[in-house]
């Protein structure tokens, strides 16, 4: 891998396109230009400058981290610490590290904006860097306006999502000796440059957010930055106030779990804030609507759900359990068959599901002890036998026309006695004219 002298120095060649490098070099030229700063060097910039251009795009801790990294690198391999200000070369070098760089060079751009002095950094210096980094996300996305429908956090003082998502993330850093970093105890390890750079090599949103923060904060290639993906668009019934047990951190978890074609929409199908509390209306806004996500929040305010392949929780950790082969109980879904139990299930088996909700809607189990055999996921409500009170279930992606065509299929369609109880009771069918009945198949 070579040090990191050598690497981000000597060798750096800038991986920017022609039209990508001029606006590099434009950015450059108004941040050095900067009639607050008339000490500095036309050739370079200061962080007066830097915090000028973001204004309050950014968090002012994470402008100052930028900075930092950028007046820390050393294009010589003879620098003996910071240069005072950034010059032209350390900019590019260090835009072109975070943007288009390898996980090595990602990896030495982040220990600079760790840690002024070469060599590990502690796991909390770590830490303190991915909340900077989550809380900026969402900062940034906010100022912007392009949350897409979905909110941040409006509360004063520290947004625990922030905290909870960058422990997820940080749960799959590998310390030097294999093992990862999992609570307080580990905090004090050290973490080289090679752990770092495995962590960004295996967990995408690191680099994902670093581009987030640096094109929408600095305004810059902001062409190249695919947000659907990463934020989907929120969709809603219009006229109908909503707020989702699920902030814009919470999405973008769940969301990156899925496949890429489901990623850039989600669609409420039920709430139990807006349907009522009533397991027919869940079961009525569901069926024949494709793939959807599902979410829970208990009365001690635990929030997990499901996906139609994966368990997940949000709070108090973030974590998500995929199938592990054992059984193909994936799904349970029954509602007026007495013979066997009405409700909603998730793994495992009768009576012992990872995830169940009962046709005594607000109730429901995660009995996984010591996890659930389908999913590998522990137990996900604060008490075994829980109660709630939210309930959503979002639609992801775009249904297919086959999908579309059942969901518009009315009940009567398929129970010719229930159409017929309906009109010897002397009650008539109201779409009856007004559309077509779709031909089975």
């Known amino acids: 891998m070579g040090n990191s002298r050598s690497r981000v120095g000597r060798s750096f060649c800038s991986q920017f396109l022609p039209e990508e490098q001029a606006e590099i070099d434009q950015l450059f030229d108004a941040l050095s230009s900067d009639k607050n700063s008339p000490n500095v060097s036309s050739k370079s910039f200061s962080l007066k400058a830097l915090q000028n251009h973001v204004g309050e795009a950014l968090p002012p801790e994470m402008v100052t981290r930028l900075y930092d990294g950028m007046r820390r690198v050393d294009l010589t ?51 303190k860097f991915t909340e900077d980094l989550v809380g900026s996300v969402v900062h940034v996305l906010s100022h912007r306006q392009e949350l897409r429908g979905w909110t941040g956090k409006e509360a004063p003082g520290p947004n625990p999502r922030v905290q909870v998502l960058a422990a997820q993330l940080l749960s799959d850093m590998k310390l030097q000796d294999g093992k990862r970093l999992l609570g307080p105890q580990w905090l004090d390890y050290d973490c080289d440059r090679a752990v770092i750079e495995d962590w960004v090599f295996r967990v995408p949103h690191v680099a994902i957010f670093l581009s987030v923060v640096i094109c929408k904060g600095f305004l810059i290639l902001c062409s190249s930055l695919d947000l659907t993906t990463l934020v989907p668009e929120r969709q809603v019934d219009q006229g109908r106030g909503f707020e989702s047990i699920l902030d814009v951190l919470s999405v973008m978890y769940i969301n990156a779990q899925l496949p890429r074609e489901q990623r850039h929409r989600w669609c409420l199908l039920f709430s139990s804030e807006l349907h009522g ?124 026309e086959e999908q579309l065509a059942k969901g518009n299929k009315s009940i009567l369609d ?25 031909d089975d198949e």
């Open 77 to 127: 391999g003879k620098a003996k610490g910071p240069s005072e200000n950034v010059s032209q070369e350390q900019f590019t070098a260090s835009m072109s590290h975070l943007l288009k760089g390898n996980s090595e060079e990602k990896s030495l751009m982040i220990m600079k904006m760790i840690s002024a002095t070469e060599g590990p950094v502690k796991a909390r210096e770590v830490q």
């Open 277 to 400: 509390h009533s397991f027919s209306q869940l079961c009525g806004h569901i069926t024949h609507r494709g793939p959807c996500v599902a979410v829970l929040e208990d009365h001690d305010k635990h929030v997990f759900g499901d996906n139609r392949c994966f368990l997940f929780s949000i709070c108090p950790s973030m974590a998500v359990y995929t199938h592990t082969g054992y059984n193909d109980h994936y799904m349970y879904l029954n509602h007026g068959q007495q013979t066997i139990p009405n409700g909603l299930g998730m793994g495992g088996q009768h009576n012992y599901f990872g995830l169940w909700v009962d046709v005594d809607f607000g109730k429901g189990h995660s009995r996984a002890k010591p996890t659930c055999t389908t999913y590998n996921s522990p137990q996900l409500s604060a008490q075994e036998n829980f109660q709630f009170d939210k309930m959503e279930v979002w639609a992801v992606g775009d249904p297919s």
């Open 414 to 438: 398929a129970d010719p006695e229930a159409q017929a109880l309906l009109e010897i009771s002397g009650h008539s069918r109201h779409s009856e004219g007004l559309r077509e009945v779709p």
